[in-house]
């Protein structure tokens, strides 16, 4: 790859980077003061992610005598922020600037490894959110 074209390579990036970054999600079917234009499909993100040996030891010890499983609180925030990311994402690449409906799901997929999606419909919607 040659210098100019790693710096367009770069520069690509970094724009896609802040465009998912600026587009926002709701719960919500409708958002005040915006109007949905286009719906443009499901947009989905996941990760699978496993447990760590200490947080797995950590667990088990705790069981004993109840509370927080602390490591796995992490593991699950951990896989909905990179689902949130993924799934903005796959709706920048639909042509959203938002995503409105969005769901959580959580699920065992083998003894140790959990899979985080996050899903909802990539939108288009025009207007000014008030903050």
Request: with cysteine.
């Amino acid at each position: 790859m040659h210098l100019h074209q790693a710096g367009s390579q770069s520069a690509y990036l970094a724009e896609k980077a802040s465009a998912v970054t600026e587009i926002q999600f709701f719960t919500s079917e409708k958002i005040a003061s915006l109007t949905i234009t286009t719906a443009l499909g499901t947009a989905r993100g996941a990760t699978v992610r496993s447990k760590h040996v200490g947080s797995d030891l950590a667990a088990g010890l705790k069981s004993i005598v109840g509370g927080e499983l602390k490591g796995y609180t992490e593991l699950l925030a951990e896989g909905r922020e990179e689902a949130i990311c993924r799934m903005k994402a796959d709706a920048h690449e639909m042509g959203a600037n938002a995503i409105v409906m969005t769901r959580f799901t959580t699920s065992m997929i083998a003894d140790g490894a959990v899979e985080v999606m996050a899903y909802g419909t990539a939108v288009i919607v025009e207007g000014q959110e008030t903050e």
